[in-house]
């Protein structure tokens, strides 16, 4: 009887030790709009059942076993997913895309998730819910239509006036997720939203973004 009471409590903690094995501990950052942090965001382990919020600066760090699923869900933000892998890092960066709507960028503030001093100055931003793109000839024509302050000159665009007599005032251009040299070949109709990003916000391009970043997502980028 003794024997077989000592196999089962050799069994017990073989089992507990194997189980304290496979619990992990994830640190990670969530950002929006190209860089904010987000803060006082909930994340969720699927399977441990632990929960986490972001700090002022969008970090965190939760329990979570081997195999498990991250949940992010905001009352102003697209849900995200992460799988935990045997071979994911013990740190993952997630971007959550900000539904832009202007009720949305009060609750975002009033919920603390950003900053309204970096909201307003992040960028300014109009998607095709919005605004009939169709009805604009060209992607400049679009562009000059739609963000005051903004400047087209031929192909080139300015947003924060001429800073420099020698070298480039041009914004840099990303489309979907890219950094490209022209957006002449894109239709106004194939457009799914465009960001116009400037002063600190645009810092995540380093030097790149001095003068400015225009940041276009395409139906075709978004998978619509």
């Not at 971007?95 to 960028?105: A, G, M, P, R, S």
């Not at 024509?141 to 005051?148: N, Q, T, V, W």
């Not at 302050?149 to 924060?160: M, P, S, Y």
């Amino acid at each position: 009887m003794k024997t077989y009471f000592t196999i089962f409590l050799a069994m017990i903690f073989a089992l507990s030790a194997y189980s304290q094995s496979q619990m992990r501990v994830i640190n990670g950052k969530v950002s929006t709009l190209n860089g904010l942090p987000v803060a006082n965001f909930k994340i969720e382990a699927k399977k441990s059942g632990a929960n986490a919020m972001t700090d002022s600066l969008g970090h965190f760090k939760i329990v979570t076993e081997t195999k498990d699923v991250l949940l992010f869900k905001g009352k102003v933000f697209r849900n995200e997913r992460v799988r935990i892998k045997e071979e994911t890092q013990d740190s993952v960066f997630v971007h959550v895309d900000f539904i832009k709507t202007e009720k949305n960028k009060e609750r975002a503030i009033g919920y603390g998730y950003v900053d309204k001093d970096d909201l307003v100055n992040a960028v300014s931003s109009f998607d095709s819910k919005q605004a009939d793109f169709c009805s604009y000839n060209d992607i400049f024509e679009l562009i000059k239509g739609r963000f005051a302050g903004v400047q087209v000159r031929g192909n080139e665009i300015i947003i924060r006036g001429n800073s420099s007599i020698n070298l480039s005032n041009s914004a840099l251009l990303v489309v979907d997720g890219t950094v490209v040299q022209s957006i002449s070949h894109i239709n106004p109709c194939d457009v799914r939203s465009i960001d116009v990003i400037k002063d600190s916000a645009a810092s995540i391009y380093g030097s790149r973004g001095a003068n400015g970043v225009v940041v276009i997502e395409t139906r075709r980028g978004s998978d619509d």
